[in-house]
């Protein structure tokens, strides 16, 4: 098989690289959120609203520009608890009409972990690869020719400003070839599950149990399988022990989803078993948490 080019590759991604010049460029808008507002279209689409960033592609730029603010305010329900979510909030509203479907903004908190996790995805495997030539064109690097985007064989670290964020993580494109960029790679060419690539530290949930009120792997594993059926990967009691009691655990989950179902919309869920009670939060609320602190 012939080598790919990356000029083959933005190819394959027109439609999604001009929207994104649309929103940099055109309209100026902040290149950090506009990363995140695409990520977050691109993870639509590949879930239950097909074809979306086709429909976009063809509306007009402050039409572009209401769509990404609508995408931005969802995105900051990602930050919220549960009790700071009023029903009065409503939904995306253009995007409901474009799409023919409803999407409330309570969907956010919903599918809070499911979609960070799924954009976060989206930005390091897909972003990352097809909008080299414009981030590094827009933030002036000097590797890169003003005259037309080019794919510079050789660059330093591009880091783009607002990354590190603090429930999205980082974002770097760093200096790659065309051959390190594993063209090849079938995941860059088609429209792939976002979760196929979730890691275990995505899934893991931290539990905590209260002093003097003893748990054993086998309630907590029998408190979880029964309210989530067959969800827990792996189960691992901690080694804190006070006077022979165990004071935390780590849960990996199946998958991502049962982490929204347990925490529903909080950072943190409280269980009781047995007149004792069990805490469970995720690796990305404690972080977020952490960051905010």
């Not at 179902?261 to 609320?285: C, D, E, P, Y």
Request: net charge neutral; proline share 5%.
């Amino acid at each position: 098989m012939s080598p790919i080019s990356v000029e083959e590759l933005y190819i394959f991604h027109r439609i999604d690289r001009e929207v994104f010049f649309r929103l940099v460029i055109r309209l100026a808008r902040n290149p950090a959120e506009s990363l995140l507002v695409i990520a977050f279209w691109l993870w639509l689409e590949s879930t239950k609203y097909p074809k979306f960033m086709s429909k976009l592609v063809g509306l007009s730029d402050p039409l572009i520009n209401a769509f990404a603010s609508e995408a931005v305010t969802g995105l900051r329900y990602l930050e919220m608890e549960n009790d700071e979510i009023q029903e009065r909030d409503g939904g995306l509203s253009l995007t409901t009409i474009l799409m023919q479907k409803e999407i409330s903004l309570h969907f956010f908190r919903q599918k809070r972990f499911t979609i960070i996790v799924g954009i976060k995805y989206v930005l390091n495997n897909i972003c990352a690869r097809i909008f080299t030539d414009i981030l590094q064109y827009l933030l002036g690097s000097a590797n890169t020719s003003t005259s037309k985007f080019s794919y510079p064989s050789h660059c330093r670290p591009l880091v783009v400003p607002g990354f590190p964020h603090p429930l999205f993580g980082t974002f770097t494109i760093p200096p790659k070839n065309f051959e390190e960029l594993d063209l090849l790679d079938p995941r860059i060419w088609v429209k792939m599950n976002p979760y196929d690539c979730v890691t275990d530290d995505d899934k893991t949930m931290f539990l905590t149990f209260s002093r003097g009120f003893p748990v054993t792997k086998d309630e907590v594993w029998h408190l979880f399988t029964r309210m989530y059926g067959d969800c827990i990967k792996f189960l691992s009691m901690g080694d804190g022990n006070i006077k022979d009691q165990v004071l935390f655990a780590t849960m990996v989950l199946n998958n991502i989803e049962i982490v929204d179902q347990i925490l529903k919309g909080k950072h943190v869920a409280k269980f009781r078993l047995n007149g004792k009670h069990i805490w469970a939060r995720n690796l990305i609320a404690q972080e977020f948490i952490d960051a905010r602190a």
